[in-house]
């Protein structure tokens, strides 16, 4: 049976759950990604329907046939001969949104040193690519890395300054990796040269982790930064050398993985996000996977050596706003950091969760009910005294009997709270109208108090 949680097998592409974080964190953060695998492994196809099923202007370029000509155009001066233009075709990427570079690793010296721009920086011929968002380059095991039995003739190694461009590098499953039920959907040849399409659900869930990526990016938990320099430490100690660049990317690299797991900090996911992250496969070296994970342990432990950094990460992961509650009543460690958690979380979510966040921990807060200090207090607050503002509930019960004045937002709200009873409508009868003079518009009313009601029944535990 198809997974039901992947984003991936929808398009037809299978044998990739395992690696599926990596591959939609790079997606994410737009960063280049590098796929390495056998002949016929689908390297080319998963990336070519990741395009279609984005609706990308996408250009498929094989490295080892296409001129750099094929790329840019044809040269030819402006009438005033002022400058140079470019004559397109088809295949040249001036209006591209997505390339794969396929066959990167037979492309000829000159030509890789000519793509270096075109992956790193998103130019060509020092012209910045403007439209263009995803780099991606597929390619066969290296000479210096293969086997007698898989021996691809001219497949050489990339030049490091280029691997270590990517910021993922994934070694794609051959069929002994795969289980049964993947091997008869691979084999099974029905919907052979249909267009990948799921409706527009991976589309959607991009969006929403690039929003999660970008909050994590505002503030990037110190536990990453911390992870990837003892990582780094250790696997350069072991003769496994990766450059300072390639240390932040790990951490760019994390936060990507964090946002589309949507986890909180998993040994697991970090020595995976580890081993892909490193980009010595591309120039015909694999690193011991001893080596990666006795590296992994160790960062892992040195994160985990303060609890109050780990949990405060911890934290800041979660990506709903009843979470966030359950976790500072249930494992809190201290006011101080229960503090640092709730002003960090007013300052870096949106106003609308910023104000339901207030709201529901303010009246528990004043109790000194809450592992937090004084200036949490204050700073919930700042934004509670103006949802509990009595004057404010007697003009929205005003403007909603006025119906002259009601504007469209207050219908849309107003519908929500016509199905509430009792305390629940009157907390959010308080909340929405707090909104409402802030001008601050929800993308869908009942989702949001369902969310705070959430959080209202996680503290009731401790009210009572």
């Known amino acids: ?78 009438p005033d001969f002022s400058g140079i233009r470019y004559l397109e075709t088809p295949a040249t990427v ?18 890789q040193n000519r793509l270096f721009s075109l992956i790193y920086e998103r130019r060509i011929q020092g012209l910045l690519l403007e439209k263009l968002r995803y780099r991606w380059a597929a390619m066969n095991p290296c000479s210096s890395d293969q086997g007698i039995a898989d021996f691809y003739e001219g497949s050489v190694p990339l030049d490091q300054a280029l691997a270590d461009r990517f910021a993922f590098v994934l070694e794609v499953p051959d069929w002994e990796e795969l289980d049964d039920n993947t091997r008869k959907l691979i084999a099974d040849p029905r919907g052979d040269g249909t267009i990948s399409n799921d409706g527009g659900q991976l589309a959607s869930r991009l969006n929403h982790w690039k929003k999660e990526y970008c909050q994590l990016m505002v503030d990037v938990p110190e536990a990453l930064i911390n992870y990837a320099c003892v990582a780094a430490t250790m696997l350069g100690e072991a003769d496994l050398r ?12 994390l936060l990507a993985v ?7 900090l998993q040994d697991r996911t970090f020595e995976m996000t580890l081993q892909w992250s490193l980009p010595h496969r591309a120039w015909g070296v694999t690193p011991k996977k001893e080596i990666i994970h006795a590296a992994h342990q160790m960062a892992w432990q040195a994160i985990q050596a303060d609890e109050k950094i780990l949990w405060l990460n911890r934290f800041h992961l979660e990506r ?34 910023a104000a ?24 919930l607050g700042k934004i509670a005294s103006g949802i509990l503002d009595l004057e404010g509930e007697i003009q929205w019960q005003e403007r909603l009997n006025d119906t002259n004045t009601i504007h469209p937002e207050y219908t849309r709200l107003a519908g929500v709270l016509s199905g509430l009873k009792g305390k629940r409508q009157e907390r959010a009868k308080q909340l929405f109208y707090y909104l409402l003079v802030n001008k601050i518009v929800l993308d869908s009313p009942a989702e949001y108090e369902k969310e705070f009601d959430r959080c209202i029944i996680a503290l009731r535990a401790i009210s009572q």
Not at 356 to 379: D, H, S, T, V, Y
């Open 356 to 379: 339901a966040f207030a709201f529901a921990l303010f009246p528990l807060a004043i109790k000194e009910c809450l592992q937090i200090g004084r200036e949490a207090i204050n700073e």
């Open 1 to 78: 049976m198809q997974n039901q949680t992947s984003y991936i097998e929808p398009l037809g592409v299978y044998g990739y759950n395992h690696v599926e974080p990596i591959i939609l964190a790079s997606l994410v953060t737009e960063d280049p990604l590098l796929l390495i695998g056998k002949a016929g492994t689908g390297k080319t196809f998963l990336l070519n329907s990741l395009s279609e099923a984005l609706v990308l202007e996408h250009r498929h370029i094989n490295a080892s046939l296409i001129s750099f000509d094929d790329l840019i155009g044809f040269p030819y001066p402006n």
């Open 94 to 111: 001036w209006a591209a949104e997505s390339v794969l570079v396929d066959e990167i690793s037979r492309c000829k010296p000159e030509h």
């Open 320 to 353: 709903t706003i009843s979470k966030k509650v359950k976790l500072l009543i249930d494992k809190c460690p201290d006011k101080d950091t229960g503090t640092l958690a709730v002003t960090q979380t007013l300052a870096r979510e949106k106003n609308d969760n």
């Open 258 to 264: 964090s946002a589309v797991t949507g986890c909180s």
């Open 242 to 253: 990766i450059s300072p660049r390639r240390a932040r990317q790990l951490v760019r690299n």
